[in-house]
């Protein structure tokens, strides 16, 4: 807000012919404020209100994510093909980004940043973070064979750590002292909450879960960085139109998982077989997530997706102790109180790059 000082240079003049002209400034001008600033109240409370919500909707959408998946299993096992499933995911999100595309054509028309049709040197990059995705997204079924609802949202967070050193080397970005130090606490958080001192054993999930979670980490991160580098190539260009054309993809390697490795199953019991209400709640979720989060980094900003995932990294465990009798140990808490901590040290070097 700027503000102006009037200066009185007639100071001999007349004092009733200057507070009469005061009080018709102050006629004029005091209603002209009290507009702008009911304008400027009312813009944002609008913004605020939204930001609210999308940030809201992102962590609940994260925190149910595990418990969704932990969930549709019947007896320890996914009586549904998780070929399928993921294939559904995709082809929500992208229904949902025609759908918005549809609308943005509605209202403003077709422009060369918002059509659909490409050339193949634009489109032909989007087939290998589409790959990546696949494999993380199977792999992320089969981690809850060696952890929990609560253990994975606090092993999820290593693809922080993936996607920092991906952009030191990939995009050439240097990490802040501050960011290498939140590295460093997000791995001890990690450990600790880990940490299980009524076992013999040290950690709660075996090496097998700590080498799944590195590689969804690595590919997570992997294709992240790719992506962004793929949507800052044209800045212009609709991101409804960049997400369709990477879900496209997504179909595409879903469908040859599919055959490869549910076929059989998905000829003799039916593409839906074993799908529930959780199952189809679960592919909602995973679909609406993937829109959450281009709408933070949209109408928000990356401070609010820490705090979402630090949120429903903490609400993942709470659910977890009813729904599944999961123990809310110290060190579960310590840990996640370490990773919470490492993930604003984290917002906040980012910040002063």
Same mark, same amino acid.
């Given at each position: 807000?700027?503000?102006?000082?009037?200066?009185?240079?007639?100071?001999?003049?007349?004092?009733?012919?200057?507070?009469?002209?005061?009080?018709?400034?102050?006629?004029?001008?005091?209603?002209?404020?009290?507009?702008?600033?009911?304008?400027?109240?009312?813009?944002?409370?609008?913004?605020?209100?939204?930001?609210?919500?999308?940030?809201?909707?992102?962590?609940?959408?994260?925190?149910?994510?595990?418990?969704?998946?932990?969930?549709?299993?019947?007896?320890?096992?996914?009586?549904?093909?998780?070929?399928?499933?993921?294939?559904?995911?995709?082809?929500?999100?992208?229904?949902?980004?025609?759908?918005?595309?549809?609308?943005?054509?509605?209202?403003?028309?077709?422009?060369?940043?918002?059509?659909?049709?490409?050339?193949?040197?634009?489109?032909?990059?989007?087939?290998?973070?589409?790959?990546?995705?696949?494999?993380?997204?199977?792999?992320?079924?089969?981690?809850?064979?060696?952890?929990?609802?609560?253990?994975?949202?606090?092993?999820?967070?290593?693809?922080?750590?993936?996607?920092?050193?991906?952009?030191? @080397? =990939?995009? /050439?970005?240097?990490?802040?002292? *501050?960011?290498?130090?939140? !590295?460093? +606490?997000?791995?001890? &958080?990690?450990?600790?909450?880990?940490?299980?001192?009524?076992?013999?054993?040290?950690?709660?999930?075996?090496?097998?879960?700590?080498?799944?979670?590195?590689?969804?980490?690595?590919?997570?991160?992997?294709?992240?960085?790719?992506?962004?580098? @793929? =949507?800052? /190539?044209?800045?212009?260009?609709? *991101?409804?139109?960049?997400? !369709?054309? +990477?879900?496209?993809? &997504?179909?595409?390697?879903?469908?040859?998982?599919?055959?490869?490795?549910?076929?059989?199953?998905?000829?003799?019991?039916?593409?839906?077989?074993?799908?529930?209400?959780?199952?189809?709640?679960?592919?909602?979720?995973?679909?609406?997530?993937? @829109?959450?989060?281009?709408?933070?980094?949209?109408?928000?900003?990356?401070?609010?997706?820490?705090?979402?995932?630090?949120?429903?990294?903490?609400?993942?465990?709470?659910?977890?102790?009813?729904?599944?009798?999961?123990?809310?140990?110290?060190?579960?808490?310590?840990?996640?109180?370490?990773?919470?901590?490492?993930?604003?040290?984290?917002?906040?070097?980012?910040?002063?790059?």
């Amino acid at each position: 807000m700027e503000y102006r000082k009037i200066k009185d240079e007639d100071k001999d003049g007349d004092v009733i012919g200057d507070d009469i002209e005061s009080l018709h400034g102050k006629a004029h001008s005091v209603p002209l404020n009290n507009v702008a600033s009911l304008g400027g109240s009312s813009s944002d409370r609008s913004k605020w209100k939204r930001k609210s919500i999308v940030t809201l909707s992102l962590t609940i959408l994260t925190s149910s994510q595990a418990i969704l998946i932990v969930w549709s299993k019947r007896a320890g096992k996914y009586e549904y093909s998780v070929t399928t499933a993921n294939f559904m995911v995709e082809a929500l999100k992208c229904a949902l980004s025609l759908a918005a595309l549809g609308r943005i054509w509605r209202n403003e028309g077709v422009t060369e940043d918002n059509r659909l049709s490409t050339t193949f040197d634009e489109v032909s990059v989007y087939p290998i973070p589409a790959a990546l995705y696949l494999v993380k997204n199977l792999l992320q079924y089969y981690i809850f064979a060696y952890v929990d609802a609560p253990g994975y949202q606090i092993l999820k967070n290593l693809n922080i750590i993936s996607t920092g050193v991906l952009y030191r @080397i =990939i995009l /050439k970005k240097k990490l802040s002292e *501050i960011q290498w130090a939140a !590295f460093i +606490l997000l791995c001890a &958080g990690c450990t600790t909450a880990q940490l299980n001192p009524s076992s013999d054993h040290v950690l709660q999930t075996p090496i097998q879960g700590w080498m799944m979670a590195i590689i969804m980490a690595l590919l997570s991160g992997f294709a992240g960085v790719y992506t962004e580098a @793929i =949507i800052k /190539k044209r800045p212009s260009r609709n *991101i409804n139109v960049q997400n !369709f054309w +990477l879900y496209v993809f &997504g179909m595409a390697f879903n469908a040859v998982a599919i055959l490869i490795q549910d076929f059989d199953a998905v000829m003799n019991k039916g593409f839906f077989h074993g799908y529930s209400l959780i199952t189809t709640l679960m592919i909602l979720n995973h679909a609406l997530s993937g @829109i959450a989060v281009s709408m933070v980094m949209k109408y928000a900003d990356n401070i609010v997706k820490v705090y979402s995932t630090s949120v429903a990294m903490l609400l993942t465990a709470v659910v977890s102790v009813f729904l599944f009798g999961f123990h809310l140990s110290l060190a579960f808490f310590l840990g996640s109180t370490v990773v919470s901590v490492s993930i604003y040290l984290h917002s906040i070097g980012k910040l002063q790059r």
